[in-house]
């Protein structure tokens, strides 16, 4: 797979796949984050759905030690980076709406109209999260 060329760098948590928490919460692979199905209770956890996905985090590894940079260095485009940026604003902006608004007496339509604002901010933010790799 053709790694993208990355202008910016942010630090975020590892990406390797997390322990099971609690009952009900699925395991992703360590690589794809693509749903691992369900295992039994013998053996070691899986961590990758496949040779595929454990050859490439190996890769990663491997570049990014040559590279000297740590382990939980996220290389993201200019472009991925404004993004991000933008949708953080709009938020901010929402929170700010909603919270000058409560200053105030407002209506219960200038309220919903303003929460509805706010939940459609955060709604944009599920593209955050980190999904499978194509």
């Known amino acids: 797979m053709a ?17 099971t928490r609690g009952r009900g919460e699925e395991r992703r692979c360590g690589w794809c984050r693509r749903v691992l199905p369900e295992q039994g209770s013998v053996g070691r956890p899986r961590l990758y759905c496949g040779q595929a996905c454990r050859q490439r985090a190996y890769e990663q590894r491997s570049a990014t030690a040559k590279a000297g940079l740590p ?10 980076l ?20 409560l200053t105030e007496k407002p209506t219960k ?4 109209r ?14 955050l999260w980190v999904t499978e790799r194509s």
């Open 82 to 101: 404004d993004g991000l940026q933008d949708r953080l604003y709009q938020l901010r902006c929402a929170l700010e709406d909603v919270e000058t608004l």
């Open 109 to 112: 339509a200038e309220l919903e």
């Open 71 to 80: 382990a939980d260095v996220v290389l993201v485009s200019r472009a991925e």
């Open 114 to 127: 303003s929460l509805a604002d706010l939940v459609r901010s955060t709604g944009r933010l599920d593209r």
């Open 3 to 19: 790694q993208q060329h990355a202008s910016s760098t942010m630090t975020s948590p590892q990406l390797s796949p997390a322990p």
